[in-house]
């Protein structure tokens, strides 16, 4: 009965109008859900809904102006105007006033000024038909712009906002604000209908004023980092002691107050913070049409009553840990359109019947525990435009009802059992997206496949593809992400590849392929490249534009000399060239490479000395020489190398532009006496120098000992000569350290002790002599191989006594002697290892995590700007 808008439309002479209006906001309400969602499964067409918002308000003012044209001119009323003047010049004080540029502003934001009348301003509306003209709507989405990205607005700028009482949409996202709002800031906005707060920083609980704004039809918090209300358990008093001593109970539970809000159409509260349950409050709010908790912590099961929500269109859960089977009551949301459940801990059957439910266009289950009955067979009802049914245990050939999905632009069936071929009927439906790695399928891939426009992301790793890849591989002109890695392809590259002007990851890695001249890319967007482990020769293509940052080529066959030209790769973050058969030496020209932050050139024949000029590259964490034939001193300079003193906070881009965890290039590296994978994601945060097998000589620089981030040092099978520098003990974060098959001598400094993350040790094939070091991991570094084949280690770890001092062996201290000796039983017994452990991960690609997860917050903001 109560229509939202009607506070502003009751006394329009044309009902019509009215209606049609309110028609469109309501839809706008429901496409603001939507539309993300929609784009977000094809990242390169992303668009803003503030571009909906500024229709919607042109389309109001248009509306109000034609309708209202016989009111004199508005105006709006004072207090509010300076509250908005007031509003503009804090946000500006708080992100601007510091900005060199002359031209800086707010974006949409030059039109306020004092001399005019506020109702005139861009992003205002007021209600023209009331006598005086009180502001209604604000849109004040993505006002801050890119130059001021740095800086951090606070809440405190809202405040002004909270003395426009008469407000009832407002739309205040993608600001990027921080801090806690005002408990009682909302209580003025007792005519609020839209609230859209997303993107911001806020935190905190949501303001409890919120749940009086009854007459809130849409509410969108996303985005922000809200933590839940305590359980009302936890915050009884009887439990204060438990509050205080576990602190892991602040994360709290969405309020059940959220109940009151019974005119709610929209609920997106989705990447935040809340955990426990859905609160069975949520219930309440039959007119819900849009449903959101992506992103959160929410666990316990699904409410079983939520097909009670008869009006909703979407239902969004993923990405919580959700327990449970898919409640049958699903089955009667007859509206459903999204259901996006996946990644969860969902498990059990999936309900045949979801095909049944006829308006359904994206139906995400992957990432579950969820099994398929491979026995039903299905009879769609509905016409998908996504599915995702990643690691539900589908076995079999890929499914041919899908080929009734003439929409179909998503399609995730990876991690099952599937097997076959690739079916040509799929290859012919144009689908955007289709990940179907970690199966078993085989044979060669259809080309047809590529005479698709719409194909963005290929990923098909892990199976048994084989054959050559299609010659017309770049008709396929728009694909970003191609990731053919660990199959069976053999032949060259076709050189069509190049055509792709939109590729951005490239993953040919663990096939067959060989060639000795790999295309040429013109300088597009190609960032991330995995070439490796294949039977490529030649010389080591640069043949990638600007943008690569991974150039991943590692086990081929390339040989050489390291091309001059690298230097132009001037992005370049992350360089693995190991096992190849590249010779010469390590040019200087490589300290031109700024961003490098990894550097692998393990096992190939390069020569001459170590430039010391590598110590510029102050990014650099992870330096593999290993296996090569250099010779000269270890630079001294080293000590300078920033990336190794401080914790690496360089976080590779790979990252950046995935959020998810993508298995993209694994690094190999020795790691406590084994060859092991170093995940994408782990390299950000070790720091490894590892010159081993070489013939560096000299002695070890005292300056290493400045690398206080280093994981590992490895400078074993080397010429080094001297004395253990006193400084090792000082590499705080060493786990290993091997100094093995070397010329040192003299004593184990006994600052070793130091060396509190220490779980390996070899200190083998030296001329060591004298006690090992004792306390602290030293203890328990009792491996006798560690010491093996020195001249003449004494103490515990050995069980070789060491000879007591001169002055010790008077009779008085004997006694000691003896209590030592226990000591070291008890030490002995201690010692069980400390296992800090670096997770060697198994490559596992979540590619459908894409298009779930919004892009990180820079790039967005970053592409919402420039649209602008
Ligand atoms: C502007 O610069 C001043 C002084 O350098 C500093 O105190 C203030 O925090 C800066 N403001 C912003 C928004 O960066
Ligand atoms: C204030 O804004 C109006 C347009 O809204 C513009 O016509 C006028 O020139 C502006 N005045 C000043 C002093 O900037
Ligand atoms: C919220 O953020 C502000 C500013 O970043 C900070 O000072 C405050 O402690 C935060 N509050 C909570 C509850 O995290
Ligand atoms: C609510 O509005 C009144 C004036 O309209 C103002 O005095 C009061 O401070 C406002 N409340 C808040 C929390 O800003
Ligand atoms: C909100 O709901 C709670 C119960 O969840 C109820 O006690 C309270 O009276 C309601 N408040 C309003 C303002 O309706
Ligand atoms: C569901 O939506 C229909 C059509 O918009 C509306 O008529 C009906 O009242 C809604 N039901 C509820 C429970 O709000
Ligand atoms: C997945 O579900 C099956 C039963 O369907 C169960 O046996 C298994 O333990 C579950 N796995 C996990 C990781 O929860
Ligand atoms: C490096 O040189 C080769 C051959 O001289 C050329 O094909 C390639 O485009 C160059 N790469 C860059 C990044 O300039
Ligand atoms: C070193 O590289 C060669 C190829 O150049 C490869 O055959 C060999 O397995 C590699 N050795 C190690 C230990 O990786
Ligand atoms: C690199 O380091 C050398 C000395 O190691 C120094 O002379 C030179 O100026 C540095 N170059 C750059 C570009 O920083
Ligand atoms: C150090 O490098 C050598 C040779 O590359 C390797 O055999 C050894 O396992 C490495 N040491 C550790 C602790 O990983």
Avoid at 193 to 201: A, G, K, P, T
Avoid at 410 to 421: A, I, P, R, V, Y
Avoid at 800 to 820: I, M, Y
Wanted: proline share 5%; net charge negative.
């Amino acid at each position: 009965m109560c229509n939202l808008y009607n506070g502003l439309l009751t006394v329009s002479y044309s009902q019509a109008v009215a209606a049609q209006l309110s028609l469109y906001l309501n839809t706008l309400a429901t496409k603001n859900l939507l539309i993300p969602l929609l784009l977000s499964s094809t990242p390169p067409r992303v668009k803003r809904n503030p571009i909906q918002m500024a229709i919607v308000h042109l389309l109001l003012r248009f509306l109000l102006i034609f309708i209202f044209s016989c009111k004199p001119i508005l105006c709006c009323p004072y207090d509010q105007k300076q509250a908005l003047l007031q509003f503009k010049s804090i946000l500006f004080r708080e992100s601007l006033a510091n900005s060199s540029s002359d031209d800086a502003n707010l974006y949409g934001l030059e039109s306020w000024n004092s001399s005019s009348d506020c109702c005139l301003w861009d992003r205002v509306i007021c209600n023209s038909h009331s006598h005086s003209q009180p502001v209604i709507s604000l849109d004040l989405s993505s006002l801050v712009p890119l130059m001021a990205l740095e800086t951090s607005v606070t809440s405190e700028v809202l405040k002004p906002l909270f003395h426009i009482r008469s407000l009832m949409i407002l739309d205040i996202s993608s600001n990027f604000i921080q801090g806690e709002i005002l408990s009682d800031g909302l209580a003025n906005f007792t005519k609020l209908v839209h609230l859209d707060m997303r993107e911001n920083n806020f935190n905190s609980s949501i303001p409890s004023h919120l749940f009086h704004l009854t007459s809130l039809q849409f509410l969108d918090l996303s985005s922000n980092s809200f933590e839940g209300e305590l359980s009302s358990e936890v915050g009884s008093l009887q439990n204060l002691n438990t509050l205080k001593l576990d602190e892991n109970l602040l994360y709290g539970e969405i309020p059940a107050e959220i109940g009151n809000l019974t005119h709610l159409r929209q609920l997106t509260l989705r990447q935040n913070k809340f955990s426990g349950g859905i609160p069975s409050a949520v219930l309440n709010l039959k007119e819900l049409e849009v449903l959101d908790l992506q992103n959160n912590s929410l666990s316990m099961e699904i409410p079983a009553r939520i097909g009670e929500l008869s009006n909703l269109s979407t239902l969004a859960l993923s990405r919580n840990r959700l327990v449970g089977g898919i409640p049958s009551t699903i089955q009667k949301l007859r509206n459903l359109e999204t259901l996006k459940l996946d990644y969860n801990l969902l498990s059990g059957l999936i309900p045949p019947r979801l095909f049944n439910i006829k308006r359904l266009k994206y139906l995400d289950l992957g990432g579950n525990n969820l099994t398929w009955n491979n026995s039903v067979k299905v009879t769609p009802k509905f016409m998908l435009s996504s599915l995702s049914l990643r690691s539900c245990q589908l076995a079999g050939n890929i499914p041919d009802w899908l080929a009734t999905q003439k929409n179909l632009d998503f399609l995730d069936l990876s991690e099952n059992e599937l097997e076959g071929t690739f079916p040509q009927w799929l290859s012919e439906m144009d689908v955007g997206n289709i990940i179907l790695s970690d199966n078993k399928l085989e044979g060669s891939l259809p080309p047809r496949l590529f005479q698709s426009q719409n194909l963005s992301v290929l990923a098909l790793s892990r199976n048994n593809f084989s054959g050559e890849l299609p010659e017309n591989i770049g008709d396929a002109t728009e694909i970003m992400i191609l990731m053919l890695g660990n199959n069976r392809f053999t032949g060259s590259v076709p050189e069509s590849i190049t055509k792709i002007y939109r590729l951005l990851l490239l993953d040919l890695s663990c096939n067959k392929l060989s060639g000795s001249s790999f295309p040429i890319f013109p300088d597009f967007l190609l960032s991330y490249i995995d070439l490796s482990s294949n039977e490529f020769t030649g010389e080591v293509p640069v043949t990638f534009g600007q943008q690569t940052r991974i150039l991943a080529l590692g086990q081929n066959k390339f040989s050489g000399h390291l091309p001059k030209n690298l230097t132009e790769l001037t992005q370049l973050e992350h360089l693995d060239l190991h096992s190849n058969n590249i010779t010469g030496e390590l040019p200087e020209s490589l300290s031109q490479i700024s961003t490098l932050q990894v550097l692998n050139l393990r096992n190939n024949s390069i020569t001459g000395s170590i430039p010391e000029t590598l110590s510029n590259l102050s990014n650099l964490h992870i330096l593999d020489l290993s296996s090569n034939n250099l010779v000269g001193s270890i630079p001294s300079k080293f000590g300078n190398l920033t990336g190794m003193i401080e914790p690496p906070n360089t976080y590779s881009t790979i990252s950046d532009v995935f959020t998810f965890s993508i298995e993209f290039h694994n690094l190999i590296v020795n790691w406590k006496k084994s060859v092991q994978g170093l995940s994408s994601h782990n390299l950000d945060i070790y720091s490894f120098l590892d010159l081993s097998r070489n013939n560096l000589s000299d002695k070890i620089p005292e300056s290493i000992g400045e690398l206080k981030s280093l994981k590992s040092l490895n400078f074993s099978y080397n010429q080094l000569t001297g004395m253990i520098p006193k400084s090792l003990g000082e590499l705080q974060s060493t786990e290993t350290l091997d100094l093995s098959h070397n010329k040192l001598f003299g004593e184990i400094p006994s600052s070793f002790a130091k060396l509190q993350q220490l779980t390996t040790l070899d200190l083998s094939n030296n001329k060591l002599e004298g006690p090992i070091p004792v306390g602290g991991q030293m203890d328990t570094m009792d491996d006798p191989n560690y010491y093996a084949n020195n001249s003449g280690l004494c103490g515990m770890q050995i069980k070789v006594p060491c000879p007591l001092p001169d002055h010790a062996k008077s009779p008085e201290n004997s006694q000691q002697g003896e209590s030592e000796e226990e000591i070291w039983f008890v030490l002995e017994g201690a010692a069980l290892g400390f296992p800090v452990g670096l997770v060697s991960t198994i490559a596992v690609i979540y590619a459908s995590g894409y298009f779930s997860r919004p892009p990180p917050r820079h790039h967005r903001r970053y592409r919402s700007r420039h649209r602008g």
